[in-house]
């Protein structure tokens, strides 16, 4: 492919359903998909599996020096591994989810994987790139040609983690959900549409309606570029 991939950039709360909504319709159109919240949850693994200190913003900023880290950007072949080892699954433990913010607040460590991101998109050899986060819209692609913000109300986002996470009570899903977000858009604002972006709310969509939502956009965007 000699030319230059359509990035499209997802942005929304934790249990928006972006990352299963932007896989699928990464797999609708042919384009890659980058799930760049998973990066933020193998440097925590990482972490927690070298005994640094999730609090410790220095040790946090010094550990990136070895971070080893792979994605999958295929949406059929998706895997995280560090220093070779498959951590697809570990990064979604509750341990990981526990402190995963406070490695995502530390400046360094969000520029340091900004640029990760900007890499892998870059390298997309697909005529296209979906990548879901929390800053892809205002920071890592704010020039892409399609930016949407995956809104639902909270009762949708927590029914929805709760039904994703069966072994876990739906009242501490739910807390979980709403600390961390609260913590998160310290950060990054990402429960509001910045100029520009198309916000898509799936609190009343079926999941296929939302894939659906996401690919007729992009469409609409490369018929009229
Ligand atoms: O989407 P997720 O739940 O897997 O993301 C894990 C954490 O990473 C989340 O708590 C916030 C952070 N994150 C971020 O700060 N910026 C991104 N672009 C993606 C994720």
């Known amino acids: 492919m000699s030319s230059t991939p359509v990035v499209v950039a997802i ?7 972006k990352s299963s909504v932007s896989r699928a319709a990464a797999r609708a159109l042919g384009f890659d ?3 760049s919240g998973a990066a933020y949850r193998a440097l925590a693994l990482s972490a927690l599996e070298r005994g640094v200190s999730t609090e410790d913003a220095a040790a946090v900023i010094a550990s990136l020096d070895g971070f080893d880290y792979q994605i999958g950007t295929d949406p059929d072949d998706y895997f995280v591994r560090v220093d070779g080892t498959d951590v697809t699954d570990a990064i979604r433990e509750p341990r990981v989810t526990a402190v995963v913010s406070h490695i995502a ?3 360094e460590v969000r520029s340091y994987l900004v640029d990760l991101f900007r890499g892998i998109i870059e390298a997309s050899s697909r005529p296209g790139i979906i990548t879901e986060g929390r800053d892809i819209t ?3 692609s704010p020039t892409a040609p399609v930016r949407i913000l995956l809104t639902a109300s909270e009762e949708a ?3 929805r983690r709760s039904a994703e996470l069966p072994g876990q ?11 961390r977000d609260a913590q998160d858009s310290r950060v990054v604002d990402f429960m509001n549409a910045a100029d520009g972006v198309n916000t898509i709310d799936s ?6 309606q939302t894939v659906a939502a996401v690919v007729e956009l992009v469409q609409a965007t490369r018929a009229t570029t």
Not at 11 to 17: C, I, K, L, Q, V
Not at 203 to 208: N, Q
């Open 157 to 159: 986002r927590m029914a």
């Open 33 to 35: 998909y980058q799930d």
């Open 203 to 208: 609190t009343h969509l079926d999941f296929d």
């Open 169 to 179: 009570a739906a009242g501490d899903v739910g807390r979980q959900l709403s600390s």
């Open 11 to 17: 942005d929304g709360p934790a249990g928006s359903g």
């Open 105 to 107: 607040r530390v400046p």
């Open 138 to 140: 205002t920071v890592v």
